[in-house]
């Protein structure tokens, strides 16, 4: 095998290690929400990353720790919720990568469960110290509003 095809085989193991490393973090975002594990989400951004929900603006780990153990999010995951984050569109551009995706939010209703919230996401995020964390991430409610169709166009990481 030349240098060429090496290289090039390299880089494209190295493209698919990202992706599987982009995709794992967003599939753990669920499961540590509705856990409560409110160090474990919160260590999925950077210091100073973003989270930008209806209603709610989080500008640092910090703030994403504390909505983690707020009475609210106790309140909703002790009646019993599952964030789930469908399939993400992931571009990758050497240290940097924005995911598009959709996501449900079902919470337990008595003896069945209804959809809270159907969002759509457009996820920034950054390599820091060989590892992926979320830089920016906003959701907003699938409820017909062109906006949130918006953020799930697939997306040049420049404009990100």
């Not at 209603?55 to 599952?82: C, F, N, P, Y």
């Not at 950054?126 to 062109?146: F, M, Q, S, Y």
Request: charged share 30%.
């Amino acid at each position: 095998m030349n240098d060429d095809r090496l290289s090039v085989l390299e880089q494209r193991l190295k493209d698919v290690e990202d992706r599987l490393e982009i995709m794992n973090l967003l599939a753990s975002y669920g499961p540590l929400v509705d856990s409560g594990d409110a160090d474990a989400t919160a260590a999925l951004w950077t210091e100073n990353g973003e989270y930008d929900v209806p209603g709610l603006h989080m500008r640092s780990r910090e703030d994403v720790r504390s909505m983690v153990r707020s009475a609210s999010h106790r309140k909703l995951i002790e009646s019993g919720s599952t964030h789930f984050i469908g399939p993400a569109h992931i571009a990758v551009d050497g240290d940097r990568a924005v995911a598009v995706c959709e996501s449900v939010l079902v919470l337990r209703d008595g003896d069945s469960y209804r959809i809270l919230l159907s969002g759509s996401h457009r996820i920034t995020l950054a390599r820091v110290e060989d590892e992926w964390k979320i830089r920016h991430r906003i959701t907003r409610e699938l409820n017909g509003d062109p906006h949130a169709r918006e953020l799930l166009s697939p997306t040049n990481i420049a404009e990100s």
